[in-house]
């Protein structure tokens, strides 16, 4: 079967760092992906790793273990619109079956 | 530009009566999908098609059906809308590209059930 596993709930201070862990198990794993939503709001995309290692798209980085079967979301300098839900999401593609399965989502409470 | 258009954007109907829920996209993706999201969860895939290939998940209940007349569109349709179903539905769309991979959501549907 597939899952995702992350916290589902995450605190930190404005301009602070932080770290979002998803550990996943998938049968035809090819990319990990991680998507922001606020309250009320869609999904919208942040990054995408199908390889190992880290990902950097200005103040957000992602990185990607997959023989650990691990990747992180990692946000610096932390302001307040970064309140919203993280969710990581495994592609998993299986000759034409190709879908996203979305992790349970981290909500990011962030302290003034 | 709108690339994922869904309406309306506020659903409300009768429970038990049959409801449609519309998705279109400017992007000429392959792939398109549909999520049932509930309030502090995560999108709950329903279905998606791969061209005109329909893959249904297995917990997706009969009551939930979808039809894509062409690439550009794609609907669900809830039979018999019960209490439990009121959530947010999302529609997206992908195109599979070794190396790159990227979901965009439409704006979603707020279904109400009374």
């Known amino acids: 079967g597939q899952s995702l596993e992350q916290p589902s709930e995450v605190t930190a201070v404005e301009g602070a760092i932080v770290q979002i862990n998803c550990t996943y198990q998938?049968?035809?794993?090819?990319?990990l992906s991680w998507y922001q939503q606020h309250d009320g709001g869609a999904p919208t995309f942040l990054s995408y790793?199908?390889?190992?290692g880290l990902e950097e798209t200005g103040r957000f980085s992602s990185f990607l273990s997959r023989s650990d079967s691990y990747g992180y979301l990692l946000l610096q300098e932390l302001q307040m619109k970064d309140s919203a839900s993280y969710f990581c999401a495994v592609r998993d593609l299986l000759g034409r079956d190709d879908k996203i399965i979305f992790g349970k989502g981290t909500r990011l409470h962030i302290l003034p | 530009d709108a690339m994922v258009i869904q309406n309306p954007r506020y659903q409300v109907t009768q429970f038990g009566k049959p409801v449609t829920l519309s998705c279109s996209q400017t992007?000429?993706?392959?792939?398109m999908y549909w999520y049932q999201q509930k309030s502090s969860q995560a999108p709950k895939l329903l279905f998606h098609?791969?061209?005109?290939?329909?893959?249904n998940e297995a917990d997706t209940p009969d009551n939930f059906q979808s039809r894509r007349p062409n690439t550009s569109f794609c609907f669900l349709d809830i039979r018999s809308p019960g209490l439990g179903d009121a959530a947010m539905y999302l529609c997206?769309?992908?195109?599979?590209?070794?190396?790159?991979?990227?979901?965009?959501f439409g704006p979603g549907t707020r279904l109400l059930v009374l």
């Open positions: 998938t049968s035809g794993f090819y990319g």
């Open positions: 997206a769309t992908s195109i599979p590209r070794e190396g790159q991979e990227t979901q965009y």
């Open positions: 790793n199908a390889l190992d």
């Open positions: 098609y791969y061209d005109k290939d329909f893959n």
């Open positions: 992007l000429n993706h392959n792939v």
